[in-house]
Every structure is written in C-alpha cells, then in structure tokens.
C-alpha cells in the first residue's frame, strides 16, 4: 500500500492503461530505485488533454522514448503526444537491427510465442537503442522519463529489466514488477485490437499476451549466463563505467 513516505506505483489515467513508476523497489545493497524519474507504460496515442496535463504537469514528464517499431507509429502515430512540449525518442526494440521493421514481424504467431527467447532476441538486437535509452535516463535535464511500446509488457519489460538489474534489483522484484500487467491486461488487450496494428489478438492469457514471471525470471537467469548481467551487458554495448555508475545514482535512493 502506498503511504505517505511510499507513493503509489501504478499512476491512472483516462485513456493509457498501464502507467507505474519505477520507484520503490528493492535493491540488493540497500535503499530503493526512486521515484518520480522513470515511467513505464503501454502505447500513448490516445491520452486526452487530461492526460496529457496529468503527464506534463503533475509528473513533469520532458521525455518520451518510444520503443515501438516504425511501422506501428506511422500507422498509430502519437495523438496529442506529439505536439506537446517533449521529446519523443525513438529507439525500437527489435530482434535484429537488420530485420523487417513491422510489427507483424516481431511475433509471427501472436498466439503461441516463447517469450523467454523472445525477449533474448529482442536484446540481442536492440544494444544500441537500449545504451541511448540509458543515456537520455541519466540526463538530469531529460526528467522525467517515460518509455513505452504497445502493452508496455514485452519490449518495455526487455528495457525495465535492464535498468532494473543493472542497478541491483533483485530478479524476484523485477519478476513481480513485470508480472504486474497483468492487473491491466484485459483493457490493453481491448485497446489494442481495435488499432489496425494490433487486431486479432489472443486472450489476454494466450501466447503474446500472457504474463508469467517465470518469463522474466528466465530471461534474468539467461541474461546472467550469456552475458554476466545487465552491468556487464551494457557495458560491451558501449556505455561507459562513469555511465553506469551515473545510472545508479541516478535511480537509486
């Protein structure tokens, strides 16, 4: 339960259905990530005016990084979004950065999908959009910060855990964190397959809309395998050390 000292992670709105902030949870040598820095969130196009204001306004939103692949904005665009005073990034999560960029394309069968290896695909082909996400994170003047795909599940979870691990965030948090989608999964299921990208979707506990956190917890254990973590995977993508400890001052309590 939220408290006085503990604000609430997950943030309603009229027409977004799947907005929490990335404060309070645990980290493994002590404190909490912060709030009031990093949102994650499903698709935004359909945000009203009060919405919007709630975003810019209250929760001084500055900067939006997009993680869905070209094909899904220039047919859903960014509704008010995109004439508001912000900067929209964006950097998709894709499988290979050589690939088709359609979004029929990042899960042929919406029905049936392993998302463990899923979201190792989308890892192994997203490092340079992942790395500029982390800079434009660690840039003061950037907050706060919200990234988003369509559900704010899989692609936005890839990036959620990241961040999450790299700073020290135990894998059953960041399992829990992910596994909260599912509270919102039937209205953004609804929501998304009335959008000419996304129609025909499967039950919200089929296939690409499942949540599971034994997915997440699989993707962390093959993260650690492959790669020895999210620090040391970021790091032989390109960011710096000085970059990696900005990373954790900057979301850490």
């Known amino acids: 339960m939220p408290t006085d000292s503990m604000p609430a992670r997950w943030i309603d709105f009229a027409q977004i259905d799947n907005v929490r902030d990335l404060g309070g949870l645990p980290v493994i040598d002590g404190g909490t990530t912060r709030f ?17 204001s709630h975003l810019v306004g209250k929760l001084g939103l500055r900067t939006v990084i997009d993680l869905r692949l070209p094909d899904e904005v220039e047919r859903e665009g960014y509704g008010l979004i995109a004439d508001a005073d912000l900067r929209i990034a964006s950097l998709p999560i894709r499988k290979s950065p050589r690939s088709s960029l359609a979004a029929r394309d990042l899960v042929p069968d919406k029905t049936r999908v392993d998302l463990t290896e899923l979201y190792g695909q989308l890892l192994g082909g997203s490092g340079e959009h992942i790395v500029e996400a982390v ?31 790299a700073v020290g965030v ?31 979707l499967p039950r919200t506990d089929t296939g690409i809309l499942a949540v599971s956190p034994d997915v997440m917890l699989g993707f962390l254990k093959n993260l650690y395998a492959e790669h020895g973590g999210a620090a040391e995977w970021l790091l032989a993508n390109g960011l710096s050390a000085p970059e990696l400890r900005r990373l954790r001052d900057t979301l850490i309590s």
């Open 135 to 165: 800079r434009l994170i660690i840039d003061p003047d950037r907050h706060s910060v919200l990234f988003h795909c369509a559900a704010g599940k899989d692609r936005t979870g890839v990036l959620a855990a990241v961040l999450l691990d």
């Open 170 to 200: 135990p894998a059953e948090a960041i399992a829990h964190d992910y596994a909260l989608t599912n509270e919102r999964m039937q209205r953004v299921r609804d929501r998304l397959d009335a959008l000419p990208s996304y129609e025909g």
């Open 36 to 52: 009031g820095i990093v949102l994650r969130s499903s698709t935004l196009q359909q945000a009203t005016c009060d919405d919007l």
